[in-house]
């Protein structure tokens, strides 16, 4: 199996959770050419990121082309050690991809 | 005097009603809102502020915008944006200057902190406008940006 796309980092703050991600996707908006051969690289974005915790969304992120290559996100919620992270996203050419994680275990 | 307080009520049902379809009205709007529909490819920052209907955002200081005042690339730029506004939850990220001007859209889930950080393109100097949805209500608030390298063309 080829190696997953997203890296992600979980780290107890308090009562918090911080979900770090970082998605390997070329994140192509369609607009740029290919300086070789003059043609437009074809749009391929992630459209659509969900993070769950223990089976309920905490974060929905819609995303276009103007989100950087090889996108990173991060963002806090109330958690605590030993739920269940899952993050997993779409892009506009139909891949996909998901991980799922054990808050508090590397 | 019988008329009076009847025509009275017959006027004040009626503005509830219109009031009502306003408030159906408004899911719809976010229904529309939802990728894949048109926000996402519009062209400029006020079609986008008509099309999740936040055109009449107010401007408000609970909104953090955490970004560079100078990217020297524009293919990576690091926005953090923060709302302390209670019962926020979406976050919409607006680069002004860029083809498609609105980004990304964030929906919180519950427990979820308002506070987003991740990576943006921007093409040309501009203002990072951040709009942010808590109840019925949206508020804005913007930073700019200045941008050294070009991060949209080639």
């Known amino acids: ?106 | 005097m019988k008329r009076r307080s009847f025509l009275k009520n017959t006027i004040i049902a009626s503005a509830t009603g219109v009031a009502v379809s306003a408030g159906i009205l408004s899911p719809s709007m976010a229904l529309a809102a939802k990728h894949g529909d048109d926000p996402f490819k519009s062209k400029s920052v006020d079609e986008v502020l008509k099309m999740i209907g936040a055109t009449a955002a107010e401007a408000s200081d609970k909104i953090k915008i955490k970004a560079p005042e100078i990217a020297e690339n524009g293919a990576v730029v690091p926005v953090t944006i923060t709302s302390k506004i209670e019962g926020t939850t979406e976050i919409y990220s607006i680069s002004s200057n860029n083809p498609t001007p609105l980004s990304a859209k964030y929906t919180f889930g519950e427990g979820a902190e308002a506070s987003i950080k991740s990576r943006f393109k921007m093409g040309k100097s501009g203002d990072v406008v951040a709009i942010v949805k808590a109840g019925d209500k949206f508020y804005t608030a913007k930073a700019a940006v200045k941008v050294t390298k070009g991060g949209c063309g080639g």
């Open chain 1, 1 to 106: 199996m080829a190696k997953s796309t997203i890296k992600l980092r979980t780290k107890v703050k308090g009562d918090k959770v911080q979900v770090k991600a970082l998605i390997t996707h070329p994140m192509h908006t369609g607009l740029v050419k290919n300086k070789k051969t003059g043609e437009k690289i074809p749009a391929q974005y992630i459209t659509e990121v969900l993070v769950e915790a223990n089976g309920k969304p905490v974060l929905t992120a819609n995303w276009t082309g103007s989100v950087s290559k090889n996108p990173f996100l991060s963002f806090n919620y109330a958690g605590k050690e030993g739920d269940a992270i899952k993050l997993s996203w779409k892009d506009n050419t139909g891949k996909s991809d998901s991980i799922e994680k054990t808050v508090g275990k590397k």
